[in-house]
């Protein structure tokens, strides 16, 4: 990741999901490169780790960066491991992304940001009145939704130390 | 009550979709919502289960029934499901 050379915002301290946590279930639509329908975290998680991965609405340049690197670095065929993301964004704006970054990845859509606020990592967007979305956050899930690992950002714009999640995957 | 839920493949607002909509929740049957998108040519899910790009289509797997066009989905429905009383 390049270093960015600009002011970062501190988010302020909040309770949120964390590792030994169990995450809470949650049914949103989640999209593929072809189709979405609704589905639970329970659903995909029974299959065996799940990393799920909070990301700013799609179009933001993190949406590409973090959709970029985690493509880039295939954990999926390294680990066993589902990599699934969740954002604001409609289910449109989900099949154009899995496109344009060639992602195999499933996305589930919140517009409403609920599951966010389930998580504790709301985060209202300064100048975009009404609009909140989730903290940038990444979270490694057994198969019965227990937290492995978690990261939150506290600062915004923030990215994933995505080797300390690989260092996480590497622990399954 | 068949088994497995029947898959409907179904476009945001489309009044010929909508059409089974109402007759599956009429039936009261266990269905599941995958929806596509507008453009037909991005439809390539619906074309693999049912030899065509159009909307709605149903796979009723406890019948081993694959079916698209809202009025024999319709019919089916009502046919396979419905009159039992």
């Known amino acids: 990741m390049v270093e960015l050379d600009f002011d970062v915002v501190d988010l302020p301290e909040r309770d949120h999901v964390e590792e030994g946590d169990v995450a809470p279930d949650f049914t949103r639509p989640l999209v593929n490169e072809e189709f979405w329908e609704d589905r639970s975290l329970s659903d995909v998680t029974e299959d065996g780790p799940v990393l799920l991965v909070f990301y700013t609405m799609d179009g933001a340049f993190p949406a590409t960066y973090i959709w970029n690197e985690i493509r880039d670095r295939e954990w999926e065929t390294e680990f066993d491991v589902r990599i699934v993301g969740l954002s604001i964004s409609d289910p449109y704006s989900h099949k154009r992304l899995i496109g344009e970054r060639g992602i195999d990845y499933e996305l589930f859509s919140d517009p409403n940001n609920t599951v966010a606020v389930e998580y504790g990592i709301p985060n209202d967007l300064d100048g975009m009145t009404g609009v909140s979305e989730p903290r940038p956050a990444v979270y490694l899930l057994d198969d019965e939704r227990v937290v492995e690992y978690a990261w939150v950002a506290e600062e915004w714009p923030q990215f994933p130390d995505y080797d300390e999640v690989e260092a996480a995957l590497s622990e399954l | ?85």
């Open chain 2, 1 to 85: 009550m068949s088994e497995t839920p029947i898959m409907f493949y179904r476009l945001q607002a489309c009044p010929f979709c909508e059409r089974v909509t109402r007759m599956l929740d009429e039936l009261e049957l266990d269905y599941r919502s995958r929806f596509v998108e507008p453009m037909h040519s991005e439809r390539d899910v619906v074309k693999r289960v049912s030899g065509k790009r159009t909307v709605p289509a149903i796979v009723d797997e406890s019948t081993g029934v694959t079916m698209t066009e809202s009025a024999n989905i319709v019919d089916y429905l009502e046919r396979t499901y419905g009159g039992s009383a």
